[in-house]
């Protein structure tokens, strides 16, 4: 292995630059691994445009990841070289309130890679033990790259108690949408019914479990919701879209006292019906990131069968045109599910 390793860098909105930098020495709780597959999200290209509201350049990107362990710290003894491995993204600081009940996900003083602390974005990377999880053999690393998306929808879906048995509503189909109408049913919801304004989205969202499509820019989404599930609608919504329009959606045609959560990132601040919220005791519920249990339940799910991640990946781009992946992205937002880049070449052709 060399001394040295490339590591890409977003300097400032559009404009990437890949550097040569010391191959990092893990500690001693730490390990050290290689990069293999790296997954491009919504948050990444809010970055690439400049709108992201949390992160500042120049930033390593790089937080949906899969990789393969290279070297283990003296106290390190979970995993051994040669292990093929996912990585949870959050550095938190053990002490504040959320992490010390047990939401390390809402710590205080949260950092997410790629954001506002070094992503993943080179060869190699060293990752505290505590935040690596094994990857199954039968599993892909391109399917590892994909954990993480998964593990935001299993966490969103597990944030309505109720979930088993519940009717529900996603409410936009981006890889997010898709992957947590899969959670939902994975989790047992008896009925989903989901919205886009993209045919092509739907018919996707209903290949992969969805039980209703509709398309709000053709069809009254109230009358599809009392054609879905009569007049006492639905249990939970789920805002994926960040758009005023599906989120008031979600509240007008709520059933009194039902739930909304909100998944997506909205990129300023919304205009929210807060009348209509109160007047029909809504609960409106959030959702952030994710825990280790949420991982676990992940990959558990697609072993079994029951969340399909390979109709999601759209296109795949090796490490040095990570640029040319945002062009890309930006040429075909209407067919772009979730694009891969190939950090690792020996692995560039994994489906």
């Known amino acids: ?47 690439y445009h400049g709108t992201h509201p949390y992160t500042s350049y120049p930033v390593v990107q790089g937080h949906e990841v899969s990789a393969q362990v290279v070297k283990c710290g003296e106290y390190a003894k979970k995993f051994k070289p040669g292990d093929r491995v996912v990585l949870e993204p959050q550095v938190v600081c053990g002490r504040c309130y959320p992490c010390l009940h047990g939401k390390y996900n809402l710590c205080e003083s949260l950092k997410v890679f790629g954001f506002q602390t070094t992503g993943t974005g080179s060869e190699y990377f060293v990752i505290d033990e505590a935040k690596v999880t094994a990857l199954p053999d039968e599993l892909t690393y391109c399917d590892g790259a994909m954990m ?58 209903k290949q992969l479990g969805a039980d209703v499509v509709v398309n709000t820019k053709n069809q009254d989404y109230k009358q599809a919701v009392l054609d879905t599930f009569g007049p006492d609608k639905y249990d939970v919504a789920y805002e994926c879209a960040g758009s005023d329009i599906t989120m008031d959606q979600a509240i007008q045609n709520a059933r009194k006292g039902s739930t909304i959560i909100l998944v997506a990132v909205f990129g300023k601040k919304a205009n929210v019906d807060l009348a209509k919220l109160n007047d029909s005791e809504l609960d409106l519920n959030t ?65």
């Open 1 to 47: 292995m060399s001394e040295t390793m490339i590591q890409e860098v977003m300097q400032e909105p559009k404009h990437i630059i890949y550097r040569d930098v010391p191959v990092p020495v893990p500690g001693p709780d730490q390990v050290l691994v290689k990069i293999k597959k790296i997954g491009i999200c919504g948050s990444d290209i809010h970055v």
């Open 287 to 351: 959702s952030m990131m994710y825990r280790h249990e949420d991982f676990v339940d992940a990959i558990r799910f697609v072993q079994e069968g029951k969340i399909q991640l390979k109709p999601l990946r759209t296109a795949h781009f090796a490490f040095k045109d990570w640029p040319k992946a945002y062009e890309y992205i930006d040429n075909n937002r209407e067919t772009t599910m979730k694009v891969i880049v190939d950090v690792d070449p020996d692995e560039a052709e994994e489906a």
């Open 148 to 205: 993480e998306p998964l593990a935001v929808t299993v966490h969103a879906a597990k944030r309505f108690p109720g979930v088993k048995g519940c009717t529900a509503v996603v409410l936009g189909c981006g890889p997010i949408g898709i992957l947590l109408i899969q959670s939902l049913k994975a989790l047992g919801a008896a009925k989903v019914m989901a919205t886009d304004i993209s045919d092509g989205r739907l018919a996707l969202a």
